[in-house]
């Protein structure tokens, strides 16, 4: 059994319950704190920045005084806090680990993070099929029948067609069903997030 193509979206969520939040005191006499919990889906930094700015603006606050970026040479981010805002990431699933940043106190000033962003998650998308096996994946046997990283950004469409087609014994001799899921590199099974997976598979006689 072979995997010939298939078809989905770059829909896998990097960003979720568990590390959506980002709290913020608007600059004041009397601080209160904000929590901005961002909506489950797959973000840019770009995309994340853009949505705390406009959260700020429903919010009745300044969106410009915490403006997030890039550094493109160091492949950190960057942030810039004004009008005595003030950012905390100790919060409990704050965003501050998909940013780079350390779980502490920001204050207004120019901050860089002290990690990389770790926007992508993902090293490697695995197809896994219950009925084959041959496959070994990290020293490990695992149904995986192929592994790839998507070649397109969030939110774009992913369409892998094999040319060259690797077959793997199927550990059946009677197919009633075959159940395929999508895992990363670690084995976790992949949020789809409602988009459709098209897939085809080719059998032949060994």
Same mark, same amino acid.
């Given at each position: 059994m072979a995997l010939v193509n298939l078809e989905t979206y770059y829909s896998f969520p990097n960003i979720d319950s568990s590390n959506n939040v980002f709290r913020y005191s608007p600059g004041s006499q009397q601080r209160q704190w904000v929590d901005i919990r961002i909506p489950e889906r797959s973000y840019g930094l770009?995309?994340?920045?853009?949505?705390?700015?406009?959260?700020?603006?429903?919010?009745?606050?300044?969106?410009?005084?915490?403006?997030?970026?890039a550094n493109t040479n160091t492949l950190k981010s960057v942030?810039?806090?004004?009008n005595d805002f003030i950012v905390d990431f100790r919060v409990p699933r704050s965003i501050a680990s998909i940013l780079g940043f350390a779980e502490r106190i920001y204050k207004e000033g120019l901050h860089e993070s002290q990690n990389v962003v770790n926007i992508l998650s993902i090293n490697s998308?695995?197809?896994?099929?219950?009925?084959?096996g041959g496959s070994y994946v990290n020293g490990k046997t695992q149904s995986t029948i192929y592994s790839f990283f998507p070649n397109v950004?969030?939110?774009?469409?992913?369409? !892998? &067609? *094999?040319?060259?087609?690797?077959? #793997?014994?199927?550990i059946l001799d009677k197919i009633s069903k075959i159940e395929t899921f999508v895992t990363?590199?670690?084995?976790?099974?992949?949020?789809?997030?409602? !988009? &459709? *997976?098209?897939?085809?598979?080719? #059998?032949?006689?060994?």
């Open positions: 770009i995309d994340i920045a853009e949505t705390i700015k406009i959260s700020m603006k429903r919010n009745g606050h300044n969106g410009e005084s915490t403006k997030i970026s942030m810039e806090i004004s998308i695995l197809m896994n099929v219950g009925i084959i950004s969030p939110r774009y469409k992913i369409v !892998e &067609n *094999l040319r060259n087609l690797v077959y #793997l014994p199927v990363d590199q670690n084995g976790k099974q992949l949020n789809l997030h409602g !988009e &459709n *997976l098209t897939i085809r598979y080719h #059998l032949r006689e060994s």
